[in-house]
T-cell receptor
Framework: DVKVTQSSRYLVKRTGEKVFLECVQD?????MFWYRQDPGLGLRLIYF???????EKGDIPEGYSVSREKKERFSLILESASTNQTSMYLC??????????FGPGTRLTVT | AQKVTQAQTEISVVEKEDVTLDCVYE???????LFWYKQPPSGELVFLIR??????QNEISGRYSWNFQKSTSSFNFTITASQVVDSAVYFC?????????????FGKGTKLSVIP
């Protein structure tokens, strides 16, 4: 079974804090993705990575950065959290262009 | 640019009714993949099916069936004899196969409520 884990299910941070969201997959997948999900907007891609140390911007990268130092781990970084980054964050991984497998999500609240 | 439209925002049905979730897509590619995902109240997206653009055969898996029609750019999902456990948000997604295209474009989802 493919397993994608995310470091926290729920997180509360203050405006201006630096926030790290961690994602780990155990299936040696090349590709990893970070999405945010908001009511009425569906899933929007923030960043993705198709190899270690490689990253590509998605549709809404502003205010975010990512890091992929090891194949199994993909981190999303909010350099200075703002209230409009309150959202559900979903990590996914996939082998090449096959279906993506999702983690349980992190519900982040920025106050 | 690719686009996926799920026109139905919310649907409510009574248990045992059949229900069809619509998905219409736009793409310039001739080779692409279509997907359906289920997101139950727990939040984790669950993969249901992948279809490539060259395979227009309908697919049936238990109470689930999918109707892919290239002529109308649609990939509709039908649940037969719905059950309360089918209550979830369902997402349709598209992946193009051009160079560097690894990402999925998701529709905004259809929230299905099955009432006992």
């Amino acid at each position: 079974d493919v397993k994608v884990t995310q470091s926290s299910r729920y997180l509360v941070k203050r405006t201006g804090e630096k926030v790290f969201l961690e994602c780990v997959q155990d299936m040696d997948h090349e590709n990893m993705f970070w999405y945010r999900q908001d009511p009425g907007l569906g899933l929007r891609l923030i960043y993705f990575s198709y190899d270690v140390k490689m990253k590509e911007k998605g549709d809404i990268p502003e205010g975010y950065s990512v890091s992929r130092e090891k194949k199994e781990r993909f981190s999303l970084i909010l350099e200075s959290a703002s209230t409009n980054q309150t959202s559900m964050y979903l990590c996914a991984s996939s082998p090449r262009r096959d279906e993506q497998y999702f983690g349980p999500g992190t519900r982040l609240t920025v106050t | 640019a690719q686009k996926v439209t799920q026109a139905q925002t919310e649907i409510s049905v009574v248990e045992k009714e059949d229900v069809t979730l619509d998905c219409v897509y736009e793409t310039r590619d001739t080779t692409y993949y279509l997907f359906w995902y289920k997101q139950p109240p727990s939040g984790e997206l669950v993969f249901l099916i992948r279809r490539n653009s060259f395979d227009e055969q309908n697919e049936i898996s238990g109470r689930y069936s999918w109707n892919f029609q290239k002529s109308t750019s649609s990939f509709n999902f039908t649940i037969t004899a719905s059950q309360v456990v089918d209550s979830a948000v369902y997402f349709c997604a598209l992946s193009e196969t051009g160079a560097g295209s690894y990402q999925l474009t998701f529709g905004k989802g259809t929230k299905l409520s099955v009432i006992p």
